[in-house]
C-alpha cells in the first residue's frame, strides 16, 4: 500500500497522486452531473402520462446525456489556472 503514494522514478516529482488532486469547482460539476444522472433516471422512470410522456422520451433522455457526456468528464478533466508569483 505504501507503494501507491510514491513514483518510481527519483525525479522530483513527489508522491504520485499529488499532482491529481481536486478543487471545489471539479466536486461542484461532479456534483451536478450526479444529480442530472439520478434525476434524468427518475424523470424517466416517473414521467406523468407513463413511458409516453415529454418527460419520458424528451427530457429525461436530455438530462442524462449533459450529466453523463458534459458535467462529470468536466468534473475529472477540469484544473483550475496557476496563478504567477510576483
Not at 466536486?27 to 452531473?33: A, P, S, V
Amino acid at each position: 500500500m505504501d507503494n501507491l503514494n510514491q513514483s518510481n522514478d527519483d525525479s522530483k516529482i513527489g508522491p504520485l497522486f499529488q499532482s491529481w488532486s481536486y478543487s471545489k469547482i471539479n466536486y461542484i460539476l461532479f456534483g451536478i452531473g450526479l444529480t442530472l444522472v439520478i434525476s434524468g433516471y427518475f424523470v424517466m422512470n416517473k414521467g406523468p402520462e407513463g413511458v409516453d410522456s415529454f418527460e419520458s422520451l424528451t427530457l429525461a433522455p436530455m438530462m442524462l446525456f449533459f450529466g453523463y457526456i458534459f458535467f462529470i468528464p468536466a468534473a475529472l478533466i477540469y484544473r483550475a489556472k496557476k496563478t504567477a508569483k510576483k
